[in-house]
Nanobody
Framework: QVQLVESGGGLVQPGGSLKLSCAASGIGFSRYVMAWYRQAPGKQRELVAT???????NYADSVKGRFTISRDNPKNTMYLQMNSLKPEDTAVYYC?????????WGQGTQVTVSS
């Protein structure tokens, strides 16, 4: 099972950009379907984007055209490039990895979009 650690969160103004990273340790990262989730205060955790082992991506409607998910298997790292950020993107962002019935979560990184 991989262990996941997110980084790259912070405070950004509306319209700005951030790039999140998810570093995986352990074996088998390239075989995991990876995803980013987020949870805003008082709301349920929601799926933001996924990327398969072959690099096929999928996005929530709310982030399409603004966010890009990617992975670098030799570096055991997944990314989320976030552009044109809005206040409603404010949330804790979580990295998720899934291999069959094995699911791993990171501890989360805070993203705050505010002027």
């Amino acid at each position: 099972q991989v262990q996941l650690v997110e980084s790259g969160g912070g405070l950004v103004q509306p319209g700005g950009s951030l790039k999140l990273s998810c570093a995986a340790s352990g074996i088998g990262f390239s075989r995991y379907v990876m995803a980013w989730y987020r949870q805003a205060p008082g709301k349920q955790r929601e799926l933001v984007a996924t990327i398969t082992i072959t690099g096929i991506t999928n996005y929530a409607d709310s982030v399409k055209g603004r966010f890009t998910i990617s992975r670098d298997n030799p570096k055991n790292t997944m990314y989320l490039q976030m552009n044109s950020l809005k206040p409603e993107d404010t949330a804790v962002y979580y990295c998720n990895g899934r291999l069959d019935l094995v699911v791993s979560w990171g501890q989360g990184t805070q993203v705050t979009v505010s002027s």
